[in-house]
């Protein structure tokens, strides 16, 4: 990652800023400011010093009284969760947006979760930074609040976002293989990729809290997916530590803001008892497996080959599936390919 000197222009305030060097942010040392993420970004982050951001705003709907509607106890939920109100959100958005964009290096991400009541302010806000739409995903959780006038609300919204002018990172195999397929044939890797992602929420009754904290399943498929053993990774609202836990379990350099000062000590301690990488040995994985002459056309002579040696494996008694997997192996075709080529010869 290439930096300029240790002093950068802040373009969002007109001002210099000191910011820490890059080389200061390892797995080793993870690095977290107990500040309002706006000014401790100003201060302490220079531009383009950030390769991914995953962050979980406030979401401006009174977060504070939610567990009157989710009949939940807040006994051993941390005290001091800091909401933002609604008529402040436009502009809270477009504070701590600009400061993300500024941070980022050129083809760096940008992954925020938000809920509907205020998502028009953050889409304009993110319109605004210049950033660039790659993705809009829905992440569909289990146990929504329950509701006898409208449909149950069980989704976030995942707004993912590059910042122009490098390469992003996009691991495309990172999880499933190009040819893995479930038992009905379908494909692992496309189901992976699709862009409504359904992953439950984690419930950790009895123990000590954030008021909200994201899966650790989600965390790490953005991080395999978005990211590279090293990178800084920031959260402007770390609440739960949740992505920094993740990235420092991944590889990844941690670092990042929470202003409630009773969570900021309780989760700098949990993140200090993680060991550097300790996550990538439970991480599925996945590799690039296309077949060699994908998209190559068929000739005459090669469907008739095809046709000739799909009968001789049903010959011998495998039935369709195994045929076919025999079939790609032969023929260093896709699946798809090969379902096509024995349709234009009627098998």
């Given at each position: 990652m290439s930096m300029a000197g240790v002093v950068s222009t802040n373009r969002s305030a007109g001002m210099p800023v000191r910011g820490t060097r890059v080389s200061e942010f390892t797995p080793q040392r993870p690095k977290f400011w107990c500040v309002d993420c706006v000014a401790g970004a100003r201060r302490e982050l220079q531009d383009g010093c950030v390769d991914l951001i995953v962050t979980d705003p406030p979401y401006g709907i009174d977060g504070d009284t939610l567990h009157k509607h989710?009949?939940?106890?807040?006994?051993?939920?941390?005290?001091?969760y800091t909401e933002v109100s609604r008529k402040d959100y436009a502009d809270f958005s477009r504070r701590w947006?600009?400061?993300?964009?500024?941070?980022?290096r050129p083809g760096?991400?940008?992954?925020?979760?938000?809920?509907?009541t205020n998502l028009l302010d953050?889409?304009?806000?993110?319109?605004?930074s210049g950033l660039r739409e790659v993705n809009h995903i829905v992440w569909k959780y289990n146990f929504g609040v329950w509701t006898e006038t409208k449909y149950v609300s069980s989704h976030y919204h995942i707004l993912y976002y590059e910042k122009p002018g490098g390469p992003r990172t996009f691991h495309q195999f990172s999880r499933f293989c190009s040819q893995e397929r479930n038992d009905a044939g379908g494909s692992l890797l496309y189901q992976d990729l699709e862009d409504v992602w359904s992953i439950k929420r984690e419930y950790k009754p009895g123990q000590t809290k954030n008021k909200n904290e994201l899966p650790r399943a989600?965390?790490?498929?953005?991080?395999?997916?978005?990211?590279?053993?090293?990178?800084?990774v920031c959260d402007f609202f770390l609440g739960s530590f949740a992505t920094a836990k993740v990235a420092k379990g991944m590889g990844r350099s941690a670092i990042g803001f929470e202003i409630n000062r009773a969570a900021f000590k309780h989760q700098e301690r949990q993140v200090e008892k993680i060991e550097v990488g300790s996550m990538l040995p439970s991480l599925r994985e996945g590799r690039d497996d296309t077949p060699r002459k994908k998209g190559e056309p068929w000739s005459r002579e090669l469907l008739d080959d095809l046709a000739a040696r799909f009968r001789a494996h049903r010959r011998a008694g495998c039935n369709k599936k195994k045929a076919m997997e025999f079939l790609q192996e032969e023929f260093e075709r896709g699946r798809f390919s090969i379902l096509k080529a024995l349709e234009r010869r009627g098998l």
């Open positions: 989710y009949n939940r106890k807040e006994r051993f939920v941390i005290d001091g947006i600009r400061e993300a964009a500024r941070v980022l760096g991400s940008l992954y925020v979760l938000s809920g509907y953050v889409l304009a806000a993110l319109r605004e989600l965390l790490a498929k953005i991080l395999q997916y978005s990211s590279d053993p090293e990178d800084v």
